[in-house]
Structure formats: C-alpha cells, structure tokens
C-alpha cells in the first residue's frame, strides 16, 4: 500500500514523527472531543504515543491511520483512515475506520472523502475483512458519514466505560458482523 493517497481536495499520507505537533493542536482542541470530553489529548506525549503506534500498524498490516492535510495549502486539517482490530483469531479481525477533523474544517465533507478513501484502501488489502465504524449514538454526523459510505446500523448498546451512563454505542458496518468480529469491535 503506498504510503501516499491522494483524493480530490486531501493528500492522505502515511504519519511521520514531524506531523505531532499539528496533529496534537488538533487532538487537545476540546471542540473536536464534543462527543467523548476525557478522550481528549492534554500533554503532548500523548499524541506521540498515538503516532507510534499507528506508525507501528502501518509497518504491521500496511495501512493504518494517515495524517489528512489539504491539497491546496498542505495544512494538516486531521486524520483519519483505517486500522486493523486484530480479533481473537484472524476471521475475527475487523478494520475499524475512523477519522479526526480540526473544528474549523468541521461540516465540509472531509470526513466522507476521508471515509472513503479508507475504505478502498482496506478493501484491497484485506477484502475478506469487514469495515466497522463506531461513535456514539449522539455523534449524529458522524453516524450520517457512516450511512453515507453504504454503512447498516448493526449494533446497540451502552457505551461501556464512557463516564456518561446513559451514553450508547453504536457500531456500523459494510456486512453483517460474525459474533467473533462484534466482540473484536466492541473491546
């Protein structure tokens, strides 16, 4: 998988040490953690650690997180792709797609190009594995992006470990899920 991908307005690309620091202006923006407040970065080492591992996966299954910055100018808006949840045995693996946007380029469609992308980028390596997405049920964009990508709703329930105890989980998939994949998912 090249380390680089490049859609109509993004440069996706695979992340390097130099990218912490926009990276982490992004992910300590208390904006960008609406939904799930103590998931948020405050020291900087934190998002490092993030990088090295997603840096890791990249060199395990060949893709993993990118670092998303636009074409027109280079600036880092965000990150977002897909990583693999290793299952408890390889058919109970899933890539699980994400994406993290900068506030001020919230609500442009990046995280659909992003989503898209990703997926791609998955179903070539690894076809046999299921896509997933999970948010939490008031991420309303969120859960649109997912429909929007050709997502099913296959899964509810309360979000365990979220300080909010009436928050729920929902997970979203591109098929329907083996009870060993929705367990992967839901660890």
């Not at 469609?109 to 594995?129: D, F, H, K, M, Q």
Request: charged letters at 25%; a negative charge.
């Amino acid at each position: 998988m090249p380390d680089e991908r490049l859609t109509d307005r993004l440069i996706l690309r695979r992340p390097t040490d130099d990218d912490i620091d926009p990276i982490h202006e992004i992910f300590s923006d208390p904006r960008v953690w609406e939904h799930f407040p103590t998931l948020r970065h405050v020291e900087r080492a934190t998002t490092a650690h993030m990088l090295a591992r997603w840096q890791e996966r990249w060199d395990e299954t060949g893709l993993a997180s990118w670092t998303v910055r636009l074409r027109e100018t280079g600036e880092v808006i965000g990150t977002g792709g897909c990583t693999v949840l290793a299952g408890a045995s390889p058919d109970a693996d899933v890539w699980n797609l994400g994406y993290r946007i900068s506030a001020d380029h919230h609500r442009r469609g990046y995280a659909t190009e992003i989503s898209r992308a990703g997926i791609a980028a998955a179903r070539n390596l690894r076809p046999e594995t299921p896509i997933i997405a999970f948010l939490v049920e008031h991420n309303t964009a969120s859960a649109a992006v997912a429909e929007k990508v050709g997502f099913s709703l296959v899964h509810r329930a309360p979000d365990a470990g979220n300080p909010g105890p009436a928050v729920m989980r929902l997970i979203y998939a591109d098929r329907p899920l083996t009870d060993a994949q929705l367990a992967t998912a839901l660890r």
